[in-house]
Nanobody, 121 residues
Framework: VQLQASGGGLVQAGGSLRVSCAAS??????????MAWFRQAPGKEREFVSG?????????YADSVRGRFTISRDRLKKNTVYLQMNNLKPDDTAVYYC????????????WGQGTLVTVSS
């Protein structure tokens, strides 16, 4: 399974961006995966940002982004997810990685290549 992330870029503080992640290959046409976004800022550990279960009925957010970021799943392309990021802050600057796993797994097994989001002050 390959994950392709896109949509990163440079935005001013207070602005918005939407990043996308599409899964292809492997069993992606057979199963709908739990999917999530993580991020890693320079010099920091990778951290969880947001996740959505394969049923699409339960989303979770890190405290630092709750109320500003929204994760959603494409209605037709079940293994395509979006992260709408509003009211961006310089602290949101990071490489954003999407991840996917079968619902029967605890750990995310598939990872995308990352997309850079830079928020200027």
């Amino acid at each position: 399974v390959q994950l392709q992330a896109s949509g990163g870029g440079l935005v001013q503080a207070g602005g918005s961006l939407r990043v996308s992640c599409a899964a292809s290959g492997g069993t992606s046409n057979k199963y709908t995966y739990d999917m999530a976004w993580f991020r890693q800022a320079p010099g920091k550990e990778r951290e969880f940002v947001s996740g959505i279960l394969y049923r699409g009925n339960l989303m979770s957010y890190a405290d630092s982004v709750r109320g500003r970021f929204t994760i959603s799943r494409d209605r037709l392309k079940k293994n395509t997810v979006y992260l709408q990021m509003n009211n961006l802050k310089p602290d949101d600057t990071a490489v954003y990685y999407c991840a996917a796993k079968g619902f029967w797994r605890e750990d995310y097994e598939y990872w995308g290549q990352g997309t850079l989001v830079t928020v200027s002050s």
